[in-house]
């Protein structure tokens, strides 16, 4: 427990700004806008912000490297009050939410304030807290099955490939499916074929192809954010060469099972034309000489 008696200090608030790339997050609004609202609400109320913190990781898990910082911060004092947009951004796993209400219990956080409501430091608040976080836990966890159910749909029964586009496809958005698609990237695609040939005919090894692909063709990868816009590196290149996505089989574990199905996505090899470049690889995908 604290010495000294933290209820009489001034409020200082820490505004935390989080929202997960997962689709239980889908209507979370964004960290500019989280940000841009609670700014907001801090100039209107008078509110003291010490610092602001930012993540794009769910609040479903526990282990977030910067919350977690935070919160080591409040138990330092360096404030003791904490700005979010939702109480579900505080937490909604076990761990986090009993680690908060512990700083509150010893009188380290004296007030978690929303865009909607305050949660100050008393009995009554303190227990709202714990069951609003219960219930934000309960309404992850059903997203989350929502979310799992509808990958195993879209996989199984759609044949489609949920999540990141694959090198040589790219994720966009159908405007007429009102749903996300994976395309062909016409560019790289036609590139990384192209390479791929060369091991395929017996001109070129794999690494000999990479570096065509690299130093002649001039491949850079898709920016996505701030990365991006690089050369194709051996380890993604090897993945590629030894994936049964590009054939069209997919594979995917989905409640602790493996399925595999023939995907919808055009195929950049034949099967024919993918046995052969394993023969070209070896039995464990790589090359037979060294490069």
Known sequence: MPNMDYSAKPI??????????????????????????LTEL?????????????EAQSA?????????RMLKEISLGKANGLLVWNLNRVSRNSR?????????????????RTKNRAYRNNSDDVANIGTDL?????????????VRRGNKQKFLDRKEWSGLAKPGYMNSFDQQLRRNVLMVDQERFS?????????ISGTHTAGQALHMLNEEWGFKTRHLGKIGGKKFSRTSWYGLLSDTYYYGLMKRVLDGQEFSVMGSHRPMFTKEEF?????RLGKKGKPHQSV
């Open 42 to 54: 801090a100039e209107e109320e008078n509110l003291k912000i010490v610092k602001i913190y930012e």
């Open 191 to 199: 590139l990384l074929r192209k390479a791929a040939l060369l091991i």
């Open 12 to 37: 200082k608030y820490f505004m935390y700004c989080s929202k997960s790339t997962e689709g239980e997050d889908r209507q979370t609004a964004s960290l500019p806008a989280q940000k841009r609202e």
């Open 96 to 112: 986090d939410a009993s680690d908060v209400v512990e700083l509150m219990d010893d009188g380290y956080l004296q007030e978690i």
């Open 134 to 146: 219960v219930m934000a836990k309960k309404y992850s966890d059903a997203l989350s099955e929502v």
């Open 275 to 279: 046995d052969l470049l394993q023969i």
């Open 60 to 68: 479903h898990h526990k282990g977030r490297p910067i919350f977690d």
